[in-house]
């Protein structure tokens, strides 16, 4: 059974840092495209982040330079620095997998329960 589960989000003031982790179980992480995504209150699910299988990473704009995307392929977990956080990055955070070795183009077919980042001014 695949299991995607997320963990390190809190409350932290402005410009202050946070580190998520995603432990997958039921799948291999580096056989997937994987991705960080986000939904703030009244917003759309937004990705934020993927790293594909040849480990190439991908930000969304307002995240580059503050947030780092990377996987650790012993311990099977995907992982989101956030540096310089503010208050437009409040949401909760998803980590989601695709199937094996999918194309740019499929979807994310497994999701994290979601863990809640809240950044105060």
């Known amino acids: 059974q695949v299991q995607l589960v997320e963990s390190g989000g809190g409350s932290v003031q402005d410009g202050g840092s946070l580190r998520l982790s995603c432990a997958a179980s039921g799948l291999t992480i580096s056989k997937r495209p994987m991705a960080w995504f986000r939904q703030a209150p009244g917003k759309e699910r937004e990705i934020v982040s993927t790293?594909?299988?040849?480990?190439?990473?991908a930000y969304l704009d307002s995240v580059k330079g503050r947030f780092t995307i990377s996987r650790d392929s012993p311990t099977n977990t995907v992982s989101l620095q956030m540096n310089s956080l503010k208050p437009e990055d409040t949401a909760v955070y998803y980590c989601a997998a695709k199937k094996p070795y999918a194309g740019a183009g499929a979807p994310y077919d497994y999701w994290g329960q979601g863990t809640q980042v809240t950044v105060s001014s």
């Open positions: 790293i594909n299988l040849s480990g190439s990473t």
